[in-house]
């Protein structure tokens, strides 16, 4: 999650970011992020 979050804040597009990272998809990404965090991915990048 931290790499995909890194990936991220480069300012990739999610999707791109998902496979980057290993994730299936952005989905996946999307969910285990608000799994673990708590909130949408969106928001931990909004935040930072």
């Known amino acids: ?4 979050l890194e990936l991220a804040r480069t300012g990739e597009p999610l999707a791109l970011v998902a496979a980057r990272a290993g994730y299936a998809d952005q989905a996946h990404l999307a969910r285990e ?3 673990l965090a708590g909130v949408p991915v969106t928001t931990l990048l909004a935040t930072e």
Do not use: N, T
């Open 1 to 4: 999650m931290g790499h995909a």
């Open 33 to 35: 992020v608000r799994a």
